[in-house]
């Protein structure tokens, strides 16, 4: 941010110092006997509470680069080159050593955990200003960016420290507290955001613009985080229920922020000659201005003076990050549909043209850099993700073409009415998060996510979901019901689509298979380098219950590393070591 940060991270809990963490058995040590404030002090004007926020928003800033290289180097779609430091090539390869490498130490993530609980603790929010309670929305500012940080220490790490009450002094920091598995965390999590009723329309302080930012950006969004909370829930318990609250979620901020994909974002050819290109995609994924793509990220600095900046960016921009061979493959593997509308008729063209604005290749040594940094924005919500989760949920919840429609039609009341488009069994029982978007006419200009890159994906018969339908014999019979016989003598059957039970959940299975491999796919051709991609392959690892799954992506980047995949098979070798 700018330098307006900086100064607030002086005054922000004046004396409180980085919690450290040494190992599992003392997972908090510190050096000084008081980190915070006195016992008795309260956060209990506005200059303290704005103060304390922006604080907290300011360590983010300084995750957010790791946020990025934890997501997207161990991952397949980003990698290391020639000119890479040895901790970036730990960290692609799977080697990071525990007592030398910054990604093993999990402090920057516990510091804000412990801010937040001290703002928590000490925020007074029963006082009243003309009936208004002015202190509650910071309070849910705070829990929710205290349960996105755990979210994320305990999918980076394993497991995480579980705690809610400040570390003030070293006797506070020798408790042993619990150490909580993602899986055991996310139920301690979404029980205490549910404690705010997250679900009830969205009230975050009004902070005014920040730098040329409107403030409302720089907050996780509950919702968002609540989806996830529930997604990643469901892609441990299988549960039907816990897909469908995600998908609420999910449905209910779409409804909300009034988020649509509309037609006139992304890369497009010209004409039908497939030589020049408009791209209006890159400035919309990175526009902090007025009711557009983004809902929460950090906003770095351009430079040292005013404020935080990122190393990320830096790091894309000296081809120390750069595209991996399987992400670029990806790209040149989808198939370009330019539609005519005059004469009805479509071309096909080989590739997809967000890597043209992902990427350049610079003239001086004709390196290819990753450009999604230039704007020094580092995104953790946008409307893509968010359609691309719904239909990652939706289709965990039995509704795979529900979920292929808004990758190629777009999620609108003319797509649910259309049998040919999304099946009438995956909108008959009017489930309230598709009718929400179905029937709200703010909605009616949705188009498919993969139109952003890849033109008019109605048109394409290459992009479509196969036919999976189980066929079995029945017998052919007269007016009367009497079986036909053939000339041996036998009834005559004739195959049709089944009915057979166990056939019909096979044929869906396969459905929900390739609409998820599609997703994956569409994950990393529109958010690919922005920090979800390793995250987003555990969880799909997790639907499927196949660990293989990951191992197999992942390898592939490492020329199909046989040994990394073998490591990979296990679970365990996902997370990070803390820091010795």
């Known amino acids: ?24 058995e003392d997972i908090m040590s510190t050096d000084s006997n008081r980190l915070t404030l006195a016992d008795d002090n309260l956060i209990d004007s506005p200059n303290d509470s704005v103060y304390s926020i922006l604080g907290i928003l300011s360590q983010v800033q300084q995750i957010s680069d790791k946020y990025v290289l934890l997501g997207e180097l161990r991952g397949d779609l980003m990698d290391v080159t020639p000119t890479s430091e040895m901790d970036l090539r730990d960290l692609s390869q799977f080697t990071v050593n525990p007592s030398t490498s910054p990604y093993a130490d999990p402090k920057d993530f516990y510091a804000i955990i412990n801010n937040c609980n001290f703002f928590i603790q000490r925020v007074d929010t029963n006082i009243t200003v003309k009936a208004y309670k002015p202190f509650v929305k910071e309070l849910a500012v705070a829990k929710t960016i205290r349960a996105w940080t755990y979210m994320h220490l305990a999918l980076n790490f394993g497991k995480a420290s579980y705690f809610t009450k400040p570390i003030l002094t070293v006797k506070d920091s020798e408790e042993n507290f619990p150490q909580l598995a993602p899986e055991q965390l996310i139920d301690s999590l979404i029980a205490d955001m549910n404690t705010m009723n997250p679900m009830a329309p969205a009230s975050l302080p009004g902070y005014g613009t920040i730098n040329g930012v409107p403030s409302k950006l720089l907050f996780i969004d509950s919702k968002f985080l609540m989806g996830d909370l529930y997604l990643w829930k469901a892609s441990y318990t299988k549960s039907t229920a816990d897909y469908e609250m995600a998908a609420t979620y999910y449905s209910e901020l779409m409804k909300e922020g009034s988020y649509t994909n509309r037609s006139d974002v992304g890369v497009r050819w010209n004409n039908d000659f497939f030589l020049a290109y408009s791209d209006f995609w890159s400035v919309w994924i990175t526009s902090t ?10 906003k770095l600095a351009n430079n040292d003076y005013e404020g935080t900046t990122s190393q990320v960016a830096l790091l894309c921009e000296n081809n120390k990050l750069a595209s991996s061979k399987p992400m670029n493959d990806l790209f040149e593997a989808q198939t370009y549909c330019y539609y005519d509308p005059v004469s009805s008729s479509a071309k096909l063209y080989p590739g997809d043209l967000r890597r043209k604005a992902a990427m350049r290749t610079r003239r001086d040594d004709d390196k290819t850099i990753i450009t999604k940094f230039e704007y020094y924005n580092i995104n953790f919500y946008r409307t893509a993700l968010l359609y691309l989760r719904y239909a990652e949920a939706v289709n965990r919840a039995g509704k795979p073409s529900l979920s292929f429609a808004v990758l190629k039609y777009g999620l609108n009341s003319t797509s649910s009415k259309d049998p040919k488009k999304i099946a009438v069994s995956d909108v008959s029982d009017n489930k309230l998060y598709v009718t929400k978007i179905t029937e709200d006419p703010r909605f009616e200009g949705n188009v498919g996510m993969h139109n952003r890159g890849s033109g008019n994906s109605v048109y394409n018969v290459n992009y479509v979901i196969p036919d999976y339908t189980r066929y079995s014999p029945v017998v052919v019979t007269d007016k009367e019901g009497n079986p036909l016989k053939g000339a041996d003598g036998r009834d005559s059957t004739v195959l049709k689509p089944t009915t057979i039970p166990d056939l019909l959940a096979q044929a869906k299975s396969d459905s929900i298979l390739f609409v998820e491999n599609a997703i994956c796919d569409e994950l990393a051709l529109e958010t690919g380098f922005e920090g979800n991609r390793f995250q987003d392959l555990m969880r799909f690892s997790n639907h499927r219950n196949d660990t293989e799954f ?19 098979k296990e679970r365990n070798n996902w997370y990070l070591p803390l820091k010795q």
């Open 1 to 24: 941010m700018k330098r307006l940060f900086s100064k607030i991270k002086v005054l922000l809990f004046i004396g409180m110092v980085g919690v450290l963490v040494a190992s599992c």
């Open 550 to 568: 990951l191992a197999r992506k992942v390898a592939a980047k490492h020329n199909n590393d046989n040994a990394l995949f073998q490591k990979l």
């Open 289 to 298: 201005t007025g009711v557009g793509e983004l809902i929460s990220i950090a």
